[in-house]
């Protein structure tokens, strides 16, 4: 089994609706999104010959998905009332709205799931809160 890993970052805020403690708060992150994808066999075309996937392609792909979300503030669904939002857009701020509560191991199946999507063979994401805390995601159990 070959395996390949490509690293992206964004810097983004959040907090966490309903936690009692400071990430109740509003605050930031330099969020580190490291995707790891595998295969058995290499590719035999002139371009990839023994490349498992280009990593120029790996990692134009996961910027793209990360790219999104870079200097905004993400919140899930629900957790700001209508007003609130409407301010804070119309003050010119990014929102990125999400359907799940944004921690680390939510974010590591959203990127492993977009990843996969895109027709990668993801065999881990993980993602890094801060240098020393970070949450994986296989897609698998145990």
């Not at 109740?24 to 992150?29: C, E, K, L, R, S």
């Not at 790996?58 to 209508?82: F, N, S, W």
Request: hydrophobic share 35%; net charge negative; glycine share 6%.
């Amino acid at each position: 089994m070959y395996y390949l890993k490509a690293e992206a970052s964004f810097d983004a805020a959040h907090f966490l609706a309903r936690y009692e403690g400071k990430c109740h708060n509003i605050h930031g992150h330099h969020w580190v999104v490291q995707l790891r994808v595998c295969g058995e066999t290499l590719q035999d075309t002139v371009q990839e010959s023994g490349m498992l996937v280009d990593f120029s392609r790996l990692k134009a792909d996961l910027k793209a998905i990360v790219e999104p979300m870079d200097h905004t503030l993400i919140y899930e669904t629900g957790t700001l009332r209508a007003r609130t939002r409407d301010a804070l857009a119309e003050d010119g701020f990014s929102l990125t709205e999400i359907p799940f509560r944004p921690t680390a191991e939510h974010f590591a199946e959203y990127f492993f799931d977009r990843a996969s999507a895109l027709g990668y063979r993801v065999a881990e994401a993980t993602v890094y809160e801060t240098p020393n805390n970070c949450a994986s995601y296989t897609g698998e159990e145990g």
